[in-house]
C-alpha cells in the first residue's frame, strides 16, 4: 500500500474520530486524578474526630440495617480511626456512597453516585450519558484512534528519529506551518504514550460494550448475616498471606456466599489492578479460601489505565501527556481545514 493511500487513512480516520478524541483526552486528564478529586468533593466527611479502634462489623451492620436489598461493598478503610469508611451500596439502576464513622458506626453523609461530579465526567468518558449508544460510539472512536496512530506512524516513520532528536526544524511562518509542527511534535513523542491508553481504553470500552448487550439477570438481593470479625479477619490474613494487601472488600448478596477480600500483591507488576487477586472467607465459620492471583488481561489494562500504581507525580505525568491527544485533534483538524481553503 503506497504512503499516499497510508496518509488518507490516518487523515480521515483521525477527523471522523477527532471530536471525540478530544472529547476523551480533556476527560482522561481530568480522570487521572479522580481519588484525589473525589476526597475533595466530599472532604468534610471523611475525616473525623475519634480516638477508638476501628470497628468495621458495627459499620456494616448499620449500613445493612439502614439500606437492606443492596449489593453492599466496602470501598475504603483502614486502621486510622480518623479516617471515615466509605461503603457503595448497588442495585442495577442505582449507587450510593455511604460515609460511615469508622468507630461508632454512625452514618455521616449518603450520597447518590450520579450526582458526584467526578462520576458525571467518568460517564461522560465512558458512555456520553447515552448508555449503550454512547458506549459503541467511543469503542468505535478508539478504534479509529489507533487507526490513525499507526498510519501515522508509518506516514511520518522516516521523520521519527529526526524529530525525536530535534533536528527537524519546528517552523512558524504562518498559522498552517505551526499547526503543522506541533502536529508533528505532539504526534511523535506522545506516540507510545497515545497508543497505550488507546489500546487499553479500547479494550475497556470493547468489555463495558460486551457487558451492556448481555441481558441483565437480576437475582433478588438480600443482606444475610456475616458473623466473623472483618477487623480481625483483616488481622489474619495480615499474618497469613503478608504478600497480600486488601483494598476492597464486597459483602454477600445471598445466604452461602462468601465474604470476599480483594487486592494487591507485593510481588506482583505494579501495573496489575489492585481489584483481581481475591480471597474469600467464609461469612459464618471464618474459613479462608486460598489467594486467587490473576494475571488477567482486564487486570492489566484496568491497572494501567486507571493509574491504580501512580503517585501524585506519575499522575501529572499523565495528566499532561495526555492533552496531547486533543492537542492532535485539534491540529490536525486545522491542518485539513486550512488545507481544504
Known amino acids: 500500500m503506497s504512503t499516499r ?4 487513512f490516518h487523515k480521515w ?5 477527532g471530536f471525540f478524541i478530544l472529547l476523551l483526552g480533556l476527560t482522561g486528564s481530568i480522570l487521572a486524578f479522580h481519588e484525589e478529586l473525589e476526597s475533595l468533593e466530599n472532604r468534610a466527611a471523611r475525616s473525623v474526630n475519634s480516638g477508638n479502634p476501628v470497628n468495621i462489623n458495627r459499620a ?9 436489598g443492596w449489593d453492599t461493598r466496602l470501598l475504603q478503610f483502614s486502621s486510622d480511626p480518623k479516617k471515615s469508611l466509605v461503603f457503595q451500596l448497588r442495585r442495577p439502576d442505582d449507587r450510593l456512597v455511604i460515609f460511615v464513622h469508622p468507630s461508632e458506626g454512625k452514618i455521616i453523609k449518603v450520597t447518590k453516585q450520579e450526582d458526584s461530579r467526578v462520576f458525571w465526567i467518568l460517564k461522560l468518558h465512558y458512555s ?3 448508555g449503550i449508544i454512547g458506549e459503541i460510539i467511543l469503542f468505535l472512536a478508539g478504534l479509529l484512534f489507533i487507526i490513525s496512530l499507526i498510519t501515522g506512524l508509518v506516514v511520518y516513520r522516516k521523520a521519527l528519529f529526526k524529530v525525536l532528536t530535534f533536528r527537524t526544524r519546528f517552523i512558524s511562518k504562518h498559522k498552517r506551518s505551526v499547526s503543522s509542527s506541533l502536529h508533528r511534535y505532539i504526534g511523535v513523542w506522545a506516540l507510545i504514550f497515545n497508543l497505550i491508553m488507546a489500546l487499553t481504553g479500547t479494550v475497556i470500552s470493547y468489555e ?3 457487558n451492556g448487550l448481555k441481558a441483565q439477570k437480576t437475582a433478588p438481593l438480600s443482606n444475610p448475616s456475616v458473623t466473623i470479625s472483618i ?8 499474618v497469613k498471606q503478608p504478600q497480600f494487601t486488601p483494598s476492597y472488600i464486597r459483602f454477600p448478596t445471598a445466604p452461602g456466599n ?9 510481588d506482583q507488576a505494579y501495573f496489575y489492578s489492585k481489584f483481581y487477586n ?3 472467607v467464609d461469612a459464618i465459620s471464618g474459613k479462608i479460601s486460598e489467594l486467587q492471583i490473576t494475571r488477567s488481561l482486564s487486570s492489566l489494562v484496568r491497572g494501567i489505565h486507571f493509574i491504580e500504581y501512580g503517585n501524585l507525580f506519575i499522575k501529572l505525568f499523565f495528566c499532561l501527556v495526555g492533552l496531547s491527544a486533543p492537542l492532535l485533534s485539534i491540529t490536525g483538524f486545522l491542518l485539513w481545514k486550512w488545507k481544504k481553503k
Open 231 to 238: 477487623d480481625s479477619t483483616l488481622k489474619e490474613l495480615a
Open 60 to 68: 456494616l451492620q448499620t449500613v445493612i440495617t439502614s439500606y437492606p
Open 208 to 210: 463495558v460494550v460486551k
Open 13 to 17: 480516520s483521525g477527523l471522523i474520530a
Open 5 to 8: 493511500r497510508i496518509y488518507k
Open 278 to 280: 481475591t480471597i474469600s
Open 128 to 130: 456520553l450519558h447515552s
Open 258 to 266: 462468601p465474604v470476599i477480600f480483594a487486592g494487591r500483591l507485593s
